[in-house]
C-alpha cells in the first residue's frame, strides 16, 4: 500500500490543531508495539507534539483532529468528554430504509479484543442519530450524527436496525458487487469479480468543535475515491 504525504491530507491547520482527512486502511494509533504505519507516527514526523483527539476505524475515512500540543489535546479531549464536539458520518447501507430523525439509544459492551455488543444491562450509554439522504434500489447512503462516541457505536447501532453498513462483514454487512446492480452484466471466464468497496461504507464527513482560539471550526472531509466511486455507481444503475 502507498502511503500518503502527511501534508496533503490536511484539510485545516493552525497553531494549535490539525485536521486531517484519514485514508481507510490506516490505523489512527499503534496497535501494537513496531506495527505498521499510522496517523500518529505520520503526525509526529510532521509535528513532533502531535497527539491524536480522537479515533477511526482503521477501515474508516475520513475527518481526523490531531492537537500540536499538549494544551490543544486538553481542550479537545474535553470538548469530546464533554460530547461538545459534533461528528457527522456518511454511510452505505445494505437495503432502503427511512431514517427521519431516527435515534438509537441502545448500550454498548466493549467485550475485549475489538468486539462490542449490545447490552442493557452491562452497557455503556450510546446513542446515535440517523438520517436518511439518498434512496437506491438495494442502498441508502444515511447520515450518521453520534452523540456518544463507543467503539463501533454507528456500526453495532445500524446492524439493530437490519440495515448494516454495506461491506461490513463483522456486522452482517454484504460487500456490494457490480453484477449485483448492473443488469446484463457478465464477468470474463476464469475471473472473480472483486467487491467496488474493498472496505465498509463508512466516512467521517465533517466535524465541528471549538479550536484552542475559542473560534469555531466545522471541517468538511470530501469522500475518499473508493467512496465516491461507490456513489457513482449507485447513481448509474441502482438509483
Known amino acids: 500500500m502507498k502511503f500518503p504525504k502527511f501534508a496533503d491530507l490536511i484539510l ?6 490539525i485536521v486531517v ?41 475520513g475527518a481526523l483532529i490531531i492537537a500540536k500540543k499538549p494544551e490543544a489535546y ?32 441502545l448500550p454498548i459492551l466493549n467485550v475485549g479484543k475489538g468486539n462490542v455488543t449490545i447490552s442493557r444491562q452491562e452497557g455503556k450509554r450510546a446513542e446515535t442519530w440517523f438520517q436518511s439522504l439518498k434512496y437506491y434500489k438495494h442502498y441508502t447512503l444515511v447520515e450518521c450524527r453520534p452523540v456518544t462516541g463507543r467503539m463501533h457505536q454507528i456500526r453495532i447501532h445500524l446492524a439493530t436496525q437490519r440495515a448494516s453498513i454495506a461491506g461490513d462483514e463483522m456486522y452482517k454487512g454484504q460487500p456490494v458487487f457490480l453484477s449485483k446492480i448492473k443488469r446484463k452484466y457478465i464477468l470474463g471466464k476464469d475471473q472473480e469479480e472483486l467487491p467496488i468497496m474493498k472496505r465498509f461504507a463508512l466516512h467521517a464527513y465533517e466535524v465541528s468543535f471549538k ?20 456513489l457513482k455507481l449507485l447513481d448509474k444503475f441502482d438509483s
Open 12 to 17: 485545516f491547520e493552525d497553531d494549535d490543531i
Open 21 to 61: 482527512n484519514k485514508p481507510p486502511f490506516i490505523s489512527s494509533l499503534d496497535e501494537r508495539e513496531g506495527g505498521e504505519i499510522n496517523m500518529l507516527r505520520l503526525a509526529k514526523q510532521y509535528t513532533d507534539d502531535a497527539q491524536i483527539c480522537h479515533r477511526l476505524d482503521k477501515e474508516t475515512s
Open 74 to 105: 486538553r481542550t479537545v479531549s474535553m470538548q469530546f468528554e464533554r460530547r461538545k464536539v459534533k461528528e457527522v458520518y456518511h454511510a452505505v447501507i445494505d437495503g432502503t430504509h427511512v431514517f427521519d430523525e431516527l435515534l438509537i439509544d
Open 211 to 230: 479550536l484552542p482560539s475559542g473560534q469555531d471550526i466545522t471541517v468538511h472531509a470530501p469522500y475518499p475515491k473508493d467512496f465516491e466511486t461507490l
